[in-house]
């Protein structure tokens, strides 16, 4: 296997992996800044100073509500919800093309940096596939563009399925996976 990235400079969160059996366009959940500061801006994170602080304050009231049980159930849901919401996070998504059967569209969660808990797949067979294109969006006053694999379902339903939903990445980014797509799978057909 063999690892590149097509847009080191502007985008280095964004690389392919190649192998003899697939294609995988991988985006991880971080990006550079773009004031040109090269800063690193992360999407997901590990235990921060917030996080630490918070969990300080519910050991504090741990030991002063352990009296109460709605206290104590309070607390323990609280818990449950921060370490839920901190193992649930979007690590990195993918599309991942293998050339004569289909795409397979991934997204991974877990705990950053690379802790992967959970994996949910969405794989489209060539059969079913009907086109791979970049589409634009309103979100309240801007465009976004983002990856549809089209999906026929019966004789005329079709079905749109968004790669990289989560971490909606940037145009030059959508650019390089549409034509990669294209190239090494409709090449196929």
């Known amino acids: 296997m063999r690892r590149t990235r097509p847009l ?6 964004f690389s392919v992996i190649d192998s003899p059996n697939f294609r995988e366009y ?3 959940n971080w990006h550079l800044a773009r004031d040109g500061s090269q800063k690193v801006v992360k999407g997901a994170h590990g235990l921060t100073w917030t996080s630490a602080t918070i969990l300080a304050l519910l ?3 741990w030991r002063k509500g352990s009296e109460s049980p709605w206290t104590l159930a309070g607390l323990i849901l609280l818990l449950g919800y921060l370490v839920w919401s901190k193992c649930t996070q979007v690590l990195f998504e993918s599309v991942v093309v293998v ?3 289909g795409i397979q569209l991934e997204t991974h969660r877990g705990f950053p940096p690379s802790t992967v808990l959970s994996v949910s797949r969405c794989f489209i067979p060539a059969a079913s596939l009907d086109d791979f294109v970049i589409n634009e969006g309103l979100r309240r006053w801007s ?3 983002y990856l549809v694999a089209i999906q026929k379902m019966g004789s ?3 079905v749109l399925q968004v790669a990289y939903e989560n971490i909606l ?3 030059p980014v959508l650019l390089e996976v549409y034509r990669g797509v294209q190239k090494t799978f409709f090449s196929h057909q």
Do not use: G, N, W
Not at 8 to 13: A, F, K, S
């Open 99 to 101: 050339a004569p059967h």
């Open 143 to 145: 465009v976004r563009y």
């Open 8 to 13: 080191p400079l502007t985008h280095p969160e």
């Open 59 to 61: 050991s504090l009231a």
């Open 156 to 158: 005329d339903e079709h």
């Open 169 to 171: 990445p940037h145009f």
């Open 26 to 28: 991988k985006i991880e």
